[in-house]
């Protein structure tokens, strides 16, 4: 089985500042994805990030960057330059692969980021 | 390009009521997941489907069934409503094959 560790409960920051929102995962299969998704209020998962497993660089979506330290087990996000719009949940996820399938995604307990102006 | 479309948004049930959920996936998605998150808690992956067939399943009870029809679109099925069951329930398309998961706005469903 897979477990997501996310051991930031809550995050202030002030806005135009880094975020570095950490993740940890387990997992025993050597081909799995890592996404990191954001959740305002209203609910919506908005996906912001993936990684491969087998990816050799770390993945960039805008402002948001990913730090995957495979041997550690770490998948952190990193947002530059925060915005008062980026206050929301943050979980982080991991899907493993195997038998030519994918399994469901398993969550962390989330992360909630408050940007302070 | 429409995203994934969830409904109802809001709705309340008793408990031992039945209730179903609805999904359209993504333009150009065949394969849809459903995921019940609890209040203050991360989403919990309910099943898989693909070519209309269920093709994984989390640990729930089989209370929770679904469907997936020929146009990919989703039902999710609930018996035997419990105030446990009350959620956001969320359902998510991808392409088999890809690894970029869309997820809808979600379902808020409520056991009273």
């Known amino acids: 089985a897979q477990k997501i560790t996310q051991t930031q409960p809550g995050m202030f920051v002030q806005e135009k500042e880094a975020v570095t929102l950490d993740c940890t995962y387990d997992t025993s299969d050597p081909s799995y994805g890592l996404f990191w998704y954001k959740q305002p209020s209203s609910g919506e998962m908005i996906f912001l990030i993936y990684?491969?497993?087998?990816?050799?660089q770390n993945a960039t979506e805008g402002r948001y960057s990913l730090n995957f330290q495979k041997a550690r087990k770490s998948a952190n996000l990193v947002i530059s330059a925060s915005q008062l719009g980026d206050s929301a949940m943050y979980f982080c996820a991991i899907r493993v692969y195997s038998g030519g399938g994918a399994d469901g995604l398993t969550f962390g307990k989330g992360t909630h980021l408050i940007i302070q102006p | 390009d429409a995203g994934v479309t969830q409904s109802p948004t809001h709705l309340i049930k008793t408990r031992g009521q039945q209730v179903t959920l609805r999904c359209s996936p993504k333009?150009?998605?065949?394969?849809v997941s459903w995921y019940q998150q609890a209040l203050g808690q991360g989403p919990q992956f309910i099943f898989q489907y693909y070519e209309e067939e269920e093709r994984q399943r989390g640990n729930f009870p089989d209370r929770f069934s679904g469907h997936q029809f020929p146009n990919y679109s989703s039902e999710l099925n609930v018996n035997a409503l419990l105030l446990g069951d009350s959620a956001l329930y969320l359902c998510?398309?991808?392409?088999?094959?890809?690894?970029?998961?869309?997820f809808g706005e979600g379902s808020w469903l409520t056991v009273v």
């Open positions: 333009s150009g998605h065949d394969t």
């Open positions: 990684q491969g497993s087998y990816d050799q």
């Open positions: 998510a398309s991808t392409l088999v094959g890809g690894y970029t998961i869309y």
